[in-house]
T-cell receptor
Framework: GQNIDQPTEMTATEGAIVQINCTYQ??????LFWYQQHAGEAPTFLSY????GLEEKGRFSSFLSRSKGYSYLLLKELQMKDSASYLC??????????FGPGTRLSVLP | EPEVTQTPSHQVTQMGQEVILRCVPI?????FYWYRQILGQKVEFLVS????????KSEIFDDQFSVERPDGSNFTLKIRSTKLEDSAMYFC??????????????FGSGTQLSVL
């Protein structure tokens, strides 16, 4: 079966750093993706990991450990506009992307 | 940047009616998808489409659903006899499908379907 877990909600302060964790158990693995979704809008791509390690992209970094079935998204220098849901998604052996439940991040002034 | 476009943005229908949701994927992409998201819930996979046929579908995608690529640009989702529980945001997505890229999904802005 396919199972992806994320914390439901997180709160952080403007300017701070926040780490959003994702654990997965899927029938296959062909990459892990992080998407940002503002309320009422479509998900937009943030990052992609297929090999173990850290991928850095400006204020956003994503880490993957395939042996542990674990990833995290790190957001630095938080801004108010970062308040959104963050979706962890795994692509299985085919072209199917399975999404986690999302983590709703609230950034407070 | 190229984008996936969906129409209409909102669709209201009566239970039992048929609806067709329309999408224009990014032109050089090879894989097309429909996802849905019930309010407050996670994004759920419905179906993927490649080379003019369904490549994978979920348990949600039962006989009342069908997809079609009627021409070289459009990709449609038809729901034959809508139920109240079909009310959701429906997202179309496409991906390049070539192994040389990270093959991320590009999402359209969605169609909010309300079944009354």
């Amino acid at each position: 079966g396919q199972n992806i877990d994320q914390p439901t909600e997180m709160t952080a302060t403007e300017g701070a750093i926040v780490q959003i964790n994702c654990t997965y158990q899927t029938s296959g693995f062909n990459g892990l993706f992080w998407y940002q979704q503002h309320a009422g809008e479509a998900p937009t791509f943030l990052s992609y990991n297929v090999l173990d390690g850290l991928e850095e992209k400006g204020r956003f970094s994503s880490f993957l450990s395939r042996s542990k079935g674990y990833s995290y998204l790190l957001l630095k220098e938080l801004q108010m506009k970062d308040s959104a849901s963050y979706l962890c998604a795994v692509r299985d052996y085919g072209q199917n992307f399975v999404f986690g439940p999302g983590t709703r991040l609230s950034v407070l002034p | 940047e190229p984008e996936v476009t969906q129409t209409p943005s909102h669709q209201v229908t009566q239970m039992g009616q048929e609806v067709i949701l329309r999408c224009v994927p990014i032109s050089n992409h090879l894989y097309f998808y429909w996802y849905r998201q019930i309010l407050g819930q996670k994004v759920e996979f419905l179906v993927s489409f490649y080379n003019n046929e369904i490549s994978e579908k979920s348990e949600i995608f039962d006989d009342q659903f069908s997809v079609e690529r009627p021409d070289g640009s459009n990709f449609t989702l038809k729901i034959r006899s809508t139920k109240l529980e079909d009310s959701a945001m429906y997202f179309c997505a496409s991906s390049d499908g070539r192994e040389t890229t990270n093959e991320k999904l590009f999402f359209g802005s969605g169609t909010q379907l309300s079944v009354l």
